[in-house]
């Protein structure tokens, strides 16, 4: 019994001494080899990590260098137009005037003079009441630089555009075009030295209706649209409707570039619009010779107009065979017209 107590303890001691040591060898083993590792990349840092960084900026470097020689190379091959924005170049003048009470009831002419302005050509807005004077101011900027003419106007306005029209055929002053919007009653008719003319006007509006006529043997394009069908615009409306202004900063844009003059017959337009519709300002009508069997409803096809405006320009039922040969009158725009054109205009002028 007593070397049973006695053996106990130092097996116990024996054992708890044997697990210590066992303990030490194992983190010994495991903390070496973790050491180790752990002091290794300190002392071999430079190599693994500082290489790669240096490269990466080499190459950083390099890749600006390059991407800066290739910007160079761009810019010199490149046109002037494509490597700066090209400076804007007035391609006319346009005078816009404001009819009866205009800071309040003709305020699109302000919008549509904004607009003119950010495409880059010249525009000032007036009131009708200083008529008489901005036609002087007219005159002597055409004296000075003879750019294009284009004048504008709503209600009383649009009486002022044709009254600086006729004084400036006095002084054998040609004008690129006359828009009036709604213009009043007792304006003058359009005389021969406007190239181009578009009346948008309400017939039965008692503030305006101005249905303007040309005098007669007038040369240019004339083209007339009646809203008066159109319940949703008013007087005071119609002079701030947007997509009458971008179609008329369109044809502002490209009116240097885009002659009136045609080699063939220049058609007078006079339109009802149909209510619903959309509002599209062509220039004149141009006159095509349909082919056997052709029908309004085939050439308003070919020449992508809505059938209304070839039943309004020709008298003729929409569905009737047409023989080859027949004139239709088309309503165009003066712009290069389409090369997959199907018929062929009558006359050789390419619009």
């Known amino acids: 019994m007593v070397r049973t107590r006695n053996t106990y303890p130092r097996q116990v001691l024996l054992a708890l001494v044997s697990t210590v040591l066992a303990c030490a060898a194992v983190h010994a083993t495991s903390a070496g080899p973790l050491a180790t590792q752990q002091a290794q990349p300190a002392a071999h840092t430079p190599l693994p990590v500082d290489r790669p960084n240096v490269q990466a900026k080499d190459q950083a470097k ?38 009866a009470l205009g800071l309040i009831f003709s305020r699109g002419m302000d919008r549509l003079t904004e607009k003119i302005q950010r495409a880059g050509i010249a525009a000032d807005v007036y009131e009708f009441t200083v008529c008489n004077l901005i036609m ?157 069997g052709d029908t309004l409803q085939t050439i308003a096809t070919q020449y992508h107009v809505p059938l209304w405006s070839l039943t309004q320009a020709n008298a003729m039922p929409d569905s009737a065979p047409l023989a080859a040969g027949q004139r239709v009158v088309v309503p165009r725009h003066l712009t290069p017209a389409p090369v997959t054109a199907v018929s062929q205009p009558v006359s050789s002028s390419g619009h």
């Open 62 to 99: 390099d890749q600006t260098k390059d991407q800066a020689k290739g910007a160079r190379n761009r810019t010199a091959a490149a046109p002037p137009s494509q490597a700066e924005p090209a400076p804007i170049v007035p391609r006319g003048r346009v005078y816009l005037f404001r009819g």
């Open 136 to 292: 002087g101011t007219v005159i002597e900027a055409y004296r000075q630089d003879p750019a294009p003419i284009i004048l504008i106007g709503h209600s009383m306005g649009g009486r002022c555009a044709l009254q600086i029209a006729e004084k400036l055929q006095a002084e054998g002053i040609p004008v690129s075009m006359i828009v009036t919007v709604d213009p009043a009653h007792l304006s003058p008719d359009v005389p021969a030295n406007v190239e181009r003319f578009i009346n948008i006007f309400l017939s039965k509006d008692v503030l305006g209706g101005g249905d303007i006529k040309p005098i007669q043997g007038f040369p240019g394009h004339y083209a007339s649209y009646d809203l008066d069908r159109h319940g949703e615009v008013l007087h005071i409306s119609i002079d701030k409707m947007d997509a009458i202004h971008q179609q008329l900063v369109e044809k502002i844009k490209e009116i240097a570039a885009t002659p009136a003059k045609t080699d063939g017959e220049i058609v007078s337009l006079r339109y009802v619009v149909p209510p619903k519709e959309d509002i599209e300002l062509w220039d004149s009508g141009m006159a095509v010779a349909a082919r056997a």
